[in-house]
């Protein structure tokens, strides 16, 4: 399902990401725990990699359009990343994001009940700024 959101003008392109990785962890079991296929997983030595994106399931240049899109997709998995964490897994949201050449270098604009909202996941949030 697509999710169309207002636009921002400065932005060319943007998604977010739930960032899964874990030792001595398979990736069938993040997607059991998450209830959900993933964008893309990997795996180096005994590290399991699993991410989630927006990218093609967002149709908006709004940042948090796709963040709040994202952690509507993991409602109700507050004790699932909890539970993660304390096995040694790391869990990020991730957001890229392009502005326009043009742009005057402003980035995007994150409201307080966005904060709360990852906040409340207990996420860190590392944005990826691409030129």
């Given at each position: 399902?697509?999710?169309?959101?207002?636009?921002?003008?400065?932005?060319?392109?943007?998604?977010?990401?739930?960032?899964?990785?874990?030792?001595?962890?398979e990736n069938d079991e993040f997607t059991?725990?998450?209830?959900?296929?993933?964008?893309?997983?990997?795996?180096?030595?005994?590290?399991s990699c699993w991410r989630v994106s927006?990218?093609?399931?967002?149709?908006?240049?709004?940042?948090?359009?796709?963040?709040?899109?994202?952690?509507?997709?993991?409602?109700?998995?507050?004790?699932?990343?909890?539970?993660?964490?304390?096995?040694?897994?790391?869990?990020?949201?991730?957001?890229?994001?392009?502005?326009?050449?043009?742009?005057?270098?402003?980035?995007?604009?994150?409201?307080?009940?966005?904060?709360?909202?990852?906040?409340?996941?207990?996420?860190?949030?590392?944005?990826?700024?691409?030129?």
């Amino acid at each position: 399902m697509l999710f169309d959101g207002g636009d921002d003008p400065t932005c060319k392109h943007t998604c977010a990401l739930l960032l899964v990785s874990g030792d001595n962890i398979e990736n069938d079991e993040f997607t059991s725990q998450f209830g959900m296929p993933p964008s893309e997983a990997g795996k180096a030595g005994e590290c399991s990699c699993w991410r989630v994106s927006s990218k093609r399931l967002v149709q908006s240049t709004n940042a948090e359009r796709h963040i709040h899109w994202l952690l509507d997709q993991i409602e109700g998995k507050k004790q699932t990343i909890s539970d993660l964490k304390r096995r040694g897994c790391q869990i990020d949201l991730g957001c890229e994001w392009q502005g326009h050449s043009q742009s005057d270098g402003t980035g995007p604009l994150l409201t307080a009940e966005t904060l709360r909202r990852i906040a409340d996941f207990d996420l860190n949030l590392i944005f990826y700024f691409q030129r």
